[in-house]
C-alpha cells in the first residue's frame, strides 16, 4: 500500500442550470489571452448532445484513453509510444479548429463610428483568430438546451446504443446540463502519451500539469485525452489545460469554478488513494470498472491507512481534511456520485451525482406522483431511457448501478418528505440501500451543505513553499525565462 | 570574393549556429518548439509534413555520407565508382524531390490556404523558409542539371574536399570555387540556414523525444504534503 492524496471534485447534476458562469469565470482567470480564444478549460454542455469538441465521446474517431489489449495488458487507444512518434509529423487523431469551433468577436467599432444614416449600423462578426468578417456557424455550445437536436443531439455517441424509438422520444423526456473540466485523473492518458514528458501528476495533490518549459509541441496529449481537456496554445504551439487553480487550491481556496458556481453544486475534497491499485483498476473488466475504481480509495478513517499515510508523509491537517471530505463521502461513504466515462479507463477524478429530474419528469408524465418512492422507483426500472444513457455516460452500460443511485436519492427526497411534514410513516429506506440517519446526512450534504461543508481545502504547507515556487512553470501564464534551474 | 563566401562565412555561420542554440536553450525553453499548426488546417498537413519530414531525414543522411566520406574510402570498400554514383544519385533523387514536394505543399498550405496561418508566421521563420527553398532549388537542379541532363559531375571531388577542409580549420577555398556555381549558391545558402537555424523553430529538430521509448508511462512530480 502507497497512500496519495489527491484532490477531487463532485458535481450533482440536478442542480446544474447550465447558466455557464463557471465557464466563464474559468475563461476570465486562465484562458483570456491570445491563442487560447477557443479553449474552455471549464465548459457546460447540454445532454444529451454532442459536446465540445465536436462528438468528443466518439473514441473511434479520436482514439482517446486507455484500451486493453488481449493479453489484458493497459495501452493507449491510439497506440503504443513507436506509433506516437510515427505520426509525430501528422497526428490522424488530432481535432482541429473546426472540430471545436472558430472563435469570433463583433465589429462593436462600427457602432460608434459609422456617419448618420437611415439604418441602424450592424456590428459584423469578426473572426477572433484573423480579424475578418466570417460567418458564425459553430460554438462551444451550439446545442445548447437541446438546440437544434433533431440534427446535432441526434448523433450523441451515447444514444448510439439505444433503440430508435428510444432515441426519438429522448427529446421529450429529458435533457440535463454537464459541466466539463479536466479530471486529474489517476492514470492520465495525456502524461502518458506525452513524448517530451512535459505533463506530470503532482504527487501531493493529484493535479495534472503542463510544464510551458518542457512541452514541445508534439500534441500527443491533445488526442490521447478521452476528454479532450488539453489545448493546444494557437500563439505559443504549446499544450495548456486546466490547472484545478492549483495556487487557490495551495492557499485552501476552492477552484474558481467551484467557488462561482451558481447552482452550489460543486464539492472539493481531498481522496486517499493507494497507488499500487490504480493499474489493476484501470485494467479491470468492463463490467467491473466502477466497483474497481472505487477501490482504489482508501478509508481516511481505517487505523491501517491512517498509519500508512503518516509513513507516506501526508500531514496530520490532511488526513483530517481527507476524513472531513465531502468527496470523499458522496462518492465512496454513499455511493451517489460515479466517474465519467469509466471505460476510457483512465480514473477520472471528477465524479457526478446522476441527474434525478428526468426521472421525476417521467414519473408525472406515467401518471405517478414524483414524490412517492415507490413510483419513482417503479419508474427507475421501467424507463429505459434516462437508465440506458446515463448508464452510458457514468457506468460503462452498467443501468443496475445507475438505478441503485437514483433510487438512493429518491428515498432522501422521500424519507426527507415523510421526516418533515410529519405525514405518514416514512418509506422504508432499506429498499434504497440505506438508513435513516444516512439519508438525512445525505440530505444535509446535498441540500443545504455550507461553503465549508462543500470546499474542504487544506492550504499546502508554508515550508514547502520553494518548492511550490519551483514549480511555477507548470502554470500556463507563466512565461518567464529560467523559470526552473 | 570567394575567400569571403567559402572560407569566412563558413566559420561565423558556425560560430552563430553555436553560441544562438546556446543562448536560446538557456533564455527560451518556452519558445523552445515544433510551432505545430495542426490545429489550423490538418489536411494539407497530413500529406505535406510526413513528406517533408521522412524526406528531410533521408536528404540529411544522404549529405552525411557524401560529403563526410571521401571517395578513397568507399573505394577501399570495393564500391565501385559507377555503382556509389548511381545509388547515390537514385537515393538523393528521390529523397530531394519526396522533401521538396512537401516543402511545396506545406508553402502552399501556409501562404495560400487559409488567412489563419499568416498570423502564427514569425518573421525568423518566413526568412528560413526562403533561405531553404532556395538551398533546397540549387541542390535539386544541381542533381538534375548536372548529373542527369548534363554529362555528370562528381562533387566528391571539389565541394565535399571543401566542407571537410572547413572542420580541419584550413578551408580549401579554391576547391569550391572550382564547382559549378549551383553548388556554390547550395553551399552558400546552407551555412546561412545553419547561422539561422538557432532563431527559428529548426531548433525542435534537436528535440527529438527518443527517451519517451524508455521512460514510465505516468510521470509523476514527487515531494508530497
Ligand atoms: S482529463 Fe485531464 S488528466 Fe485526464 S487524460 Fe484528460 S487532460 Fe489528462
Ligand atoms: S455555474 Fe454551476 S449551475 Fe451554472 S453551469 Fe456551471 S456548474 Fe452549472
Known sequence: MRVRAQMAMVMNLDKCIGCSTC?????QTWTNRDGVEYAWFNNVETKPGIGYPQRWEDQGRWKGGWTVDGSGRLRLRAGGRLRKLATIFANPDLPSLDDYYEPATYDFDTLLTAPAADRMPVARPLSAITGRPMAIEWGPNWDDDLGGSALYAATDPN?????????????????????????????????????????????????????????????????????????????????????????????????V????????????????????????????????????????FLDPSDPAVIAQAAADGIPPDWLAAAQASPVYALALRHRVALPLHPEYRTLPMVWYIPPLSPVLDATTALGGDNTSADDVFHAVTELRIPLGYLASLFTAGDTGLVAGVLMKLAAVRAHMRAVTTGAGAPDDPAAAGATGPELEALYRLLAVAKMRDRYVVPPAHKEEAAELAAWASGCPLDRAPLAVA | MSVVLFGVWPYIALAVCVVGHVWRWRSDQFGWTSRTSELMEKRWLALGSPLFHFGALFVILGHAVGLLVPASATAALGIPETVYHTLALVIGLIAGIVFFAG??????????????????????????????????????????????????????????????????????VDALAAAPWIFQVHAVGAFALIAIWPFTRLVHVWSIPLGYLVRPPIVYHAPRP
Open chain 1, 23 to 27: 465557464s466563464v469565470t474559468c475563461k
Open chain 1, 159 to 255: 444514444l448510439a446504443g439505444l433503440t430508435d424509438q428510444v432515441q426519438r422520444s429522448f427529446e421529450t423526456t429529458f435533457m440535463f446540463h454537464l459541466p466539463r473540466l479536466c479530471e486529474h485523473c489517476l492514470n492520465p492518458a495525456c502524461v502518458a502519451a506525452c513524448p517530451s514528458g512535459a505533463l506530470y501528476k503532482r504527487e501531493r495533490d493529484g493535479i495534472v500539469l503542463v510544464n510551458q518549459d518542457k512541452c514541445r509541441g508534439w500534441r500527443m496529449c491533445v488526442s490521447a485525452c478521452p476528454y479532450k481537456k488539453v489545448y493546444i496554445n494557437r500563439v505559443t504551439a504549446k499544450a495548456e489545460k486546466c490547472t484545478f487553480c492549483f495556487p487557490r487550491i495551495e492557499a485552501g481556496l476552492p477552484t
Open chain 1, 257 to 296: 469554478c467551484a467557488e462561482t458556481c451558481v447552482g452550489r453544486l460543486r464539492y472539493l475534497g481531498l481522496v486517499l488513494y493507494d497507488l499500487d491499485r490504480v493499474e489493476a483498476a484501470a485494467a479491470a473488466p468492463e463490467a467491473e470498472l466502477v466497483d474497481a475504481q472505487r477501490q482504489v
Open chain 2, 103 to 172: 516543402a511545396v505543399i506545406l508553402g502552399l498550405r501556409r501562404y495560400v490556404t487559409k488567412a489563419r496561418f499568416r498570423l502564427i508566421t514569425r518573421p525568423a521563420d518566413a526568412a528560413m523558409y526562403a533561405i531553404l527553398l532556395v538551398v533546397a532549388l540549387a541542390g535539386l537542379s544541381a542533381t538534375v542539371g548536372l548529373n542527369i541532363v548534363g554529362d555528370g559531375y562528381d562533387y566528391r571531388e571539389t565541394v565535399s574536399v571543401w566542407f571537410r577542409s572547413i572542420f580541419t580549420l584550413q578551408p580549401d
